[in-house]
């Protein structure tokens, strides 16, 4: 295990041990709250993280106290190269996992297994194909579903990732929660977040004192059980008294859990953004290519951190579309 060091450590003390890179900013399916409904300007190959890079970049994190790694999109598995980072990144002495809408998972599996990668995040919003195509403008339920027992029939540790929108998909939390009790998944209600693109409002979001009502309305009292959250969570997981799997909530914007936030993101383009609701970046692909030193560059990022939400404290901050307009689409920070 890497020890931590100070440049990784922001101003409030906490140490950020978790780097998520974003492998590229294409994706196979266009969800509306991930990707504008115009798209977006994708970035020029030629300013895209190579293999390569995106493992030197990694190893100067890995060198100053991360331990952990997971890759994202876009859909990560789209890189025509993503054997080849999974091979590098499995040299690193750290833990590596993926977020995925779970579409190529039957072509990578044999990669997965051969590399060890065993948790994956897989997005899925609903368990009604015309719902599927409606959020996703693609008809690719049925592989999404069946990739997803493939996982499970070669034992890897799947979360399942629902994003919840008031109006169309609310009405399947219990659904959901239903699926935990013969699979052992763990699904992760969250709460909708305002990028640029994605007609974020309020009014659209699930709460999350909504999604344990919807949840108390399904199961008694007795059977819903807490469960003890992780060392620097994002959900906060329940499970119901004898099922398989359990669920939690990401509260983002309700209830959020900054005071313990070890997490920084690296995008495509290889710059740096301490905080997901940050419109700040630093560029670390520019010096890394010139061989510069880039470890100073990393830890004034990290030191530059906000307490809360990119400094959006309160709920009606996160309304205003002007503290958030420039910051970039989900799709092209990475998810």
Known sequence: MTAFNTSLTDGFGRRHNYLRISLLEKCNLRCTYCMP???????????????????????????????KIRLTGGEPLLRKDFPEIISKLSALDISVSITTNGILIDRHIDVLKQFKIKKINLSLDTLV???????????????????????????????????LMKGFNDNEIVDFVKLTRFLPISVRFIEFMPF?????????????????????????????????????????????????????????????????????????????????????????????????????????????KKKVRAGMVTIDEMNDPAKHFDNRSMIAIGG
């Not at 599927?132 to 997803?148: E, G, M």
């Open 37 to 67: 409904a115009d798209g977006i300007a994708l970035s020029p190959k030629a300013s895209l993280m190579t293999a390569d890079e995106i493992f030197g970049i990694a190893q100067t994190f890995v060198q100053n106290g991360v331990d």
């Open 129 to 163: 194909a015309s719902k599927f195509h409606s959020i996703t403008l693609r008809n690719q339920f049925d592989k999404v579903v069946d990739n997803l027992h493939l996982l499970l029939n070669h034992d890897f540790q799947v979360k399942v990732n629902v994003v």
């Open 196 to 304: 640029a693109g994605n007609e974020w409002d309020r009014s659209k979001m699930v709460s999350q004192k909504e999604i344990l009502s919807w949840v108390g309305n399904g199961f008694s009292k007795q059977e819903i059980i807490k469960l003890k959250d992780e060392e620097n969570f994002t959900a906060r997981t329940y499970k119901i008294k004898d099922f398989q799997g359990d669920f939690g909530i990401i509260s983002s914007i309700t209830n959020p859990f900054c005071d313990s936030c070890n997490r920084i993101r690296l995008t495509a383009d290889g710059k740096i953004k301490n905080c997901l609701f940050s419109n700040s970046e630093t560029d670390l692909l520019t010096p890394f290519r010139k061989a510069q030193p880039i470890t100073d560059l990393i830890s004034a990022a990290v030191q530059s």
